[in-house]
Protein backbone atom coordinates (compact mmCIF):
# COMPACT_ATOMS: atom_id res chain seq x y z
CA UNK A 1 0.00 0.00 0.00
CA UNK A 2 0.79 3.43 -0.70
CA UNK A 3 0.11 7.22 0.83
CA UNK A 4 -1.64 9.62 -1.13
CA UNK A 5 1.63 11.57 -0.47
CA UNK A 6 3.55 8.92 -2.69
CA UNK A 7 0.93 8.87 -5.36
CA UNK A 8 1.25 12.61 -5.55
CA UNK A 9 4.82 12.77 -6.32
CA UNK A 10 4.21 10.96 -10.10
CA UNK A 11 3.24 13.79 -12.17
CA UNK A 12 0.85 12.32 -14.60
CA UNK A 13 0.27 14.81 -17.29
CA UNK A 14 -2.06 15.35 -20.33
CA UNK A 15 -0.48 15.97 -23.96
CA UNK A 16 -1.25 15.88 -27.32
CA UNK A 17 1.22 14.33 -29.91
CA UNK A 18 2.49 16.80 -32.25
CA UNK A 19 4.73 14.32 -34.43
CA UNK A 20 5.60 11.06 -34.22
CA UNK A 21 8.13 9.07 -36.47
CA UNK A 22 9.09 5.86 -36.74
CA UNK A 23 12.43 4.54 -34.66
CA UNK A 24 13.81 1.76 -36.82
CA UNK A 25 16.83 1.94 -34.58
CA UNK A 26 15.32 0.32 -31.30
CA UNK A 27 15.83 -2.69 -30.28
CA UNK A 28 12.02 -3.61 -30.21
CA UNK A 29 9.40 -2.11 -32.82
CA UNK A 30 8.74 1.46 -31.56
CA UNK A 31 8.03 5.06 -32.32
CA UNK A 32 9.48 8.88 -31.48
CA UNK A 33 6.81 10.97 -30.39
CA UNK A 34 6.96 14.79 -29.72
CA UNK A 35 4.15 15.49 -27.36
CA UNK A 36 2.87 18.93 -26.33
CA UNK A 37 1.95 19.54 -22.65
CA UNK A 38 1.44 23.58 -23.04
CA UNK A 39 2.63 26.23 -20.34
CA UNK A 40 5.38 25.68 -18.30
CA UNK A 41 6.45 21.90 -19.61
CA UNK A 42 6.40 22.46 -22.99
CA UNK A 43 6.85 20.22 -25.65
CA UNK A 44 8.47 16.57 -24.93
CA UNK A 45 10.21 13.52 -26.37
CA UNK A 46 9.67 9.98 -25.50
CA UNK A 47 9.86 6.70 -27.78
CA UNK A 48 6.85 4.03 -27.10
CA UNK A 49 5.96 0.16 -28.50
CA UNK A 50 2.96 0.94 -29.76
CA UNK A 51 4.01 0.24 -33.84
CA UNK A 52 1.17 -2.87 -33.02
CA UNK A 53 -2.04 -0.76 -32.93
CA UNK A 54 -0.85 3.22 -33.73
CA UNK A 55 0.88 4.09 -37.34
CA UNK A 56 2.67 7.65 -36.79
CA UNK A 57 0.44 9.82 -39.02
CA UNK A 58 -2.69 8.43 -36.97
CA UNK A 59 -1.38 9.70 -33.87
CA UNK A 60 -0.74 13.47 -34.41
CA UNK A 61 -3.18 15.41 -32.59
CA UNK A 62 -4.21 12.46 -30.12
CA UNK A 63 -4.58 13.50 -26.24
CA UNK A 64 -2.37 11.17 -24.47
CA UNK A 65 -1.07 10.53 -20.51
CA UNK A 66 2.41 10.50 -19.44
CA UNK A 67 4.56 11.18 -16.28
CA UNK A 68 6.76 14.24 -16.88
CA UNK A 69 8.47 13.79 -13.78
CA UNK A 70 10.69 10.73 -14.48
CA UNK A 71 14.37 11.65 -15.05
CA UNK A 72 15.44 11.73 -19.11
CA UNK A 73 16.23 8.40 -20.06
CA UNK A 74 18.22 7.75 -23.05
CA UNK A 75 16.99 4.80 -25.55
CA UNK A 76 19.40 4.68 -28.33
CA UNK A 77 19.58 7.79 -30.11
CA UNK A 78 16.17 9.21 -28.12
CA UNK A 79 16.17 11.07 -25.28
CA UNK A 80 13.27 10.15 -23.88
CA UNK A 81 11.86 12.69 -21.48
CA UNK A 82 8.02 11.53 -20.65
CA UNK A 83 6.90 8.37 -20.34
CA UNK A 84 3.76 7.73 -22.35
CA UNK A 85 1.21 5.25 -20.75
CA UNK A 86 -0.52 2.64 -22.30
CA UNK A 87 -2.43 -0.17 -20.81
CA UNK A 88 -1.98 -3.73 -22.52
CA UNK A 89 -4.66 -5.15 -25.29
CA UNK A 90 -5.22 -9.23 -24.34
CA UNK A 91 -1.96 -10.02 -26.69
CA UNK A 92 -0.17 -7.66 -24.35
CA UNK A 93 0.43 -5.12 -26.88
CA UNK A 94 0.35 -1.22 -26.09
CA UNK A 95 -2.94 0.75 -26.01
CA UNK A 96 -2.60 4.39 -25.08
CA UNK A 97 -4.14 5.73 -22.40
CA UNK A 98 -6.03 9.55 -22.69
CA UNK A 99 -8.49 11.59 -21.86
CA UNK A 100 -12.53 11.04 -23.74
CA UNK A 101 -12.86 14.71 -24.19
CA UNK A 102 -10.52 17.17 -25.03
CA UNK A 103 -8.94 18.93 -22.19
CA UNK A 104 -6.32 21.67 -21.61
CA UNK A 105 -2.69 20.78 -22.70
CA UNK A 106 -1.14 20.22 -19.05
CA UNK A 107 -3.84 18.99 -16.93
CA UNK A 108 -2.65 17.02 -13.94
CA UNK A 109 -4.31 13.69 -13.41
CA UNK A 110 -5.35 13.23 -9.67
Keep these: MIS ?3 FAKVEIRVGRITRAEPFPEARKPALKLWVDFGGEIGEKR ?3 QITRHYAP ?3 VG ?3 LAVVNFPPRQIGKVLS ?3 VLGVPDAEG ?3 LIGPDQTVPLGGRLY
Excluded: G, P, T
Design 62 to 64: RQV
Design 93 to 95: EVV
Design 57 to 59: EAL
Design 46 to 48: SSA
Design 81 to 83: EVL
Design 4 to 6: YDD
